[in-house]
């Protein structure tokens, strides 16, 4: 077993770099995703190496993108690590960023590996510091699920509303029958036209998503886990399964969903600081509107610090259009405490008001499971407080 800061990029990293040219398609890119598994394809220049980096939701962001446009016009910097960063940099910069995976360099500048999420997550059984965390601890309680009647085309929406690759499908009695991944879609979507040597190239015409039943696509017999099991437990399944997700189940019934976002997620909180580490995803606005944003969530922040230490907070902001210009605002709010997960979600035309009543919500609910650890004290030794 190793402690989680003697690991580093070296030792997680994959010494492979798996690229396209600046003058390959996006129909080439993702022949590449395909063939080798993977959700982002590095850019390489012919005389300036590594420039850029391309992601399966690029692309499932722009559906009506030409297959036949030049990875250079669509292709975004990547970010890099050092060999000698620890797993907890990793984590923190998988966060950052949003990636899967990022590249990794030399002391030089030279790029030497590559290292995701699945390479984090294979390490994580040997890790010592992870071994008394549980699912319940880490999972999302009672996900969000898609009917396996439903089209493809909803659970898309259902994956963008909430952040997530991955989601549950379940039957007409509400039990888990499958899951449905991003990946899935589009492999269903961007039908190959011909084969090539150097991996499938897709072709130019997609399939609609109106028609297309989940059932059809969705992955039967899903590994699944429990409340009660460790973040170790859960890795290993990961890590053996080659899957990305897991339902927690008690009893047959849908207690929460673990990610490897959770799981990279939980590692990135090691770091010690004073400051909590915040993610907002999902707006595009201008820099005026995240400083604001920033702003509210350190007068809460500081509030909850009163009860709890706050370690990871995530904002994740989906933007509802109406009629002419009038937009609503959903936001989903995760904060990882040292006593746990903490949840909420509120909606509103005013994006300050509804991250104001979302923090709001979530101060109740820390004070009120704050009432219950005194209550069970009180309980479990009678002359406590007294």
Known sequence: MAGIEDIKARDVM???????????????????????????????????????IVTDETFMKRRHLPLSTKLQHVMAS???????????????MLMSSG??????????????????????????PNIDDL???????????????????????????????????????????????GMIGLADIIKETFKPMDRESMGERSGE?????????????????????????TMRDAAKKMRDNDISTLVALDDGDIK??????????????FRES?????????????PETFDVMYDILQKYLTKFAKVVKPLVMNVHVVTHQKEGEEVKYS??????????????????????????????????????EKDKRVEHRRNKHPKYGS
């Open 205 to 229: 015409k997609e399939s609609p998503m109106s028609d297309i039943k989940v059932k059809s696509i969705m992955i039967d017999n899903p590994i699944t886990t429990k409340p009660n099991d």
């Open 331 to 368: 936001i989903r709010l995760r904060l990882q405490t040292d006593h746990g997960m903490f949840y909420t979600k509120e909606y509103d035309w005013n994006i300050m008001k509804a991250l104001d009543e979302a923090l709001d919500n979530m101060r109740g609910n820390i004070f009120k």
């Open 256 to 269: 929460g969903i673990v990610t490897q976002v959770d799981l990279v997620e939980t590692i990135a909180s």
């Open 99 to 124: 990636l899967r995976g990022i590249p990794v360099a030399n002391k030089k500048g030279e790029y030497v590996g590559f290292v995701g999420r699945t390479d984090i997550i294979k390490m994580i």
């Open 131 to 177: 071994k008394k965390i549980y699912i319940k601890n880490i999972m999302t309680p009672n996900p969000m699920t898609i009917n396996e009647r439903d089209v493809i085309g909803n659970a898309k929406n259902v994956m963008r509303s909430l952040d997530e690759r991955v989601v549950p499908v379940v039957d007409g009695y509400g039990k888990l029958s």
């Open 14 to 52: 994959s010494k492979e770099l798996i690229t396209a040219r600046c003058d390959d398609t996006v129909s080439d890119a993702i022949g590449i995703m395909r063939k080798h598994n993977i959700s982002e394809v590095l850019i390489e220049h012919e005389k300036n190496g590594i420039v850029g």
């Open 274 to 286: 004073d400051h909590v580490y915040v993610q907002i995803s999902g707006l595009e606005e201008e």
């Open 78 to 92: 990547p970010p890099q690590i050092n060999e000698d960063d620890s797993i907890v940099d990793i984590c923190e």
